[in-house]
């Protein structure tokens, strides 16, 4: 995967589905976790979700598709992503629901990291103001890289030493390249919004 040399850090569709755990109905996240202790498949959660999409929560069509062959049958095979992304997302809102300590309901917010190991783990973070679930993955595995459709821009900036890779990007659809110590000669400190390609199947092309 040329463009995304060992990491990527993202967000997506995917994971933008679980902004509807905002921390203001906890009966949002009471029935979630029954429908997790169900016997429904992932899949048909995710269909379900795009059959009644809320102002947080929604899936296209593509979403689900994707999420069902690439993330739980083609991506990782041998990894059991499925059993630990339900139980990974089961433990989160657990976490975030009031306690014995705290009287208060947490929003969930998830983030995809990709990198050069060959482990699929979930990780949760309990904060002061927010449940963080982190989702590390290694690199997918693609049988092809197919041609994007269009670029989506992530709400995540990156603040990094320039690689040499970051001159292979298409300037025409990434998003500019920020220098932030211009009379340095090195390290060269460089500013950019992450962003991926939209594909069929999507996937990301860069971090």
């Not at 995304?4 to 997506?12: A, E, L």
């Not at 459709?149 to 040499?164: L, Y």
């Amino acid at each position: 995967m040329p463009p995304m040399p060992v990491y990527y850090v993202g967000k997506g569709t995917q994971f933008r589905v679980l902004d509807m755990f905002d921390g203001t109905n906890q009966a949002v996240y009471d029935a979630a976790l029954d429908r997790l202790d169900s016997q429904l498949s992932l899949t048909e959660l995710a269909d379900a979700r795009m059959a009644a999409p809320t102002e947080h929560a929604s899936l296209s069509e593509t979403d689900v598709k994707h999420f069902r062959k690439d993330w739980l049958k083609d991506w990782w095979p041998n990894l059991n992503v499925e059993l630990v992304l339900r139980g990974g997302i089961r433990k989160a809102l657990q976490v975030a629901l009031p306690n014995d300590e705290r009287a208060t309901l947490l929003p969930v917010e998830a983030l995809w990291v990709c990198a050069d190991e060959e482990v699929f783990h979930v990780y949760v973070n309990e904060g002061p103001h927010q449940v963080t679930v982190i989702i590390f993955t290694p690199p997918p595995k693609y049988e092809e890289q197919p041609l994007p459709r269009h670029i989506f821009e992530e709400r995540i900036w990156v603040v990094k030493t320039r690689d040499d890779w970051d001159d292979t990007y298409d300037t025409l659809t990434a998003p500019s390249i920020v220098r932030l110590n211009p009379g340095a000669e090195w390290p060269i400190l460089i500013e950019r919004q992450l962003h991926y390609a939209v594909t069929d199947p999507p996937g990301p092309v860069e971090s």
